[in-house]
């Protein structure tokens, strides 16, 4: 887990972060790096086209026979518990072993994981292996610090993003993880250094999805640039944040902003990252 940055010297904090947030952009355009996406049934769509918007290459495959030979060869894996079947488990956790073994990224999103003693123990066990980015709401940060059954509105959180950051550096300490809280400010740390994502529009959170979306997105992200796990993370949450922004200016509602957004992700362009990139340092 790596989070120095290589940025010059004397150059405005923004200014660099904004600069890496596209540089990275445009290097998964160039790249298109393979993001295998184990992942519910909810979140398949919206997942594989933010990835192909962005110009990544997702692969949304599963099945527990053809993961020894597919698993090893993707840039990066993305493990989404959301809709979690005992039947699915078996899967997640064989390409999890994978990809740590290969040396490959892989992406945790412990969706709802306070909800159930069964979904808790299934998140710990993946937790302990290894994922280079653990990326949830406050309830499922808290939830998972804790290692407790907490009371959950469904996948909703029940806590901001500002409540969970003890709990967010507790876990990355503890898990070797960079790990982000996505809330109004998304939070990204790697147990020490803090810092915050400012992009974004509430009506995301009334598109189902979108969370799971920004997870793909992040192992993207970090597939191009796995020496800088936590300012890979912190660029994509600022990225898709700002494709939201984009296409709220369009939207009349969550379904139109759903479109727009996917489109703006994919037209999205240098001088719109640079001048709309809001990632600071909180610690």
């Not at 184990?38 to 192909?52: H, Q, R």
């Not at 979690?84 to 892989?106: I, V």
């Not at 598109?207 to 992200?221: E, H, K, N, P």
């Amino acid at each position: 887990m790596e989070s120095e940055s290589n940025y010059k010297e004397g150059e405005p904090e923004a200014t660099m972060w904004s600069q890496k947030a596209w540089a990275l952009l445009s290097t998964v355009r160039s790249q298109s790096p393979l993001i295998q996406c184990i992942t519910n049934f909810v979140s398949m769509d919206l997942m594989a086209n933010t990835l192909l918007s962005a110009g990544a290459s997702p692969a949304m495959l599963h099945t527990l026979e053809e993961l020894p030979e597919f698993t090893p060869q993707v840039h990066a894996l993305c493990v989404n518990v959301g809709t979690l079947s005992a039947g699915w488990l078996p899967a997640m956790k064989l390409a999890a072993e994978l990809a740590h073994k290969s040396g490959k990224p892989w992406v945790l999103d412990p969706v709802a994981a306070g909800a159930s003693s069964f979904r808790l123990k299934a998140c710990l066990e993946l937790v302990e292996l290894k994922p280079t980015v653990i990326r949830g709401n406050g309830s499922e940060i808290i939830a998972l610090a804790k290692a407790s059954v907490e009371p959950t509105k469904g996948v909703d959180s029940s806590h901001e993003s500002t409540d969970a950051v003890e709990s967010a550096k507790s876990l990355a300490q503890a898990s070797g993880a960079i790990v982000a809280v996505s809330g109004a400010v998304d939070i990204v740390t790697d147990g020490k250094k803090v810092v915050g994502a400012h992009n974004g529009v509430a009506m995301m959170t009334k598109i189902t999805a979108t969370g799971c979306s920004v997870t793909a997105l992040i192992a993207a992200f970090v597939s191009v640039d796995q020496s800088h796990v936590l300012e890979a993370t912190a660029s994509a949450l600022s990225v898709f944040g700002i494709a939201g922004e984009m296409g709220m200016k369009m939207a009349n509602g969550p379904a139109s902003l759903r479109m727009h957004l996917i489109d703006s992700l994919y037209g999205i362009d240098e001088a719109c990252v640079l001048s709309h990139a809001k990632i600071t340092s909180l610690s």
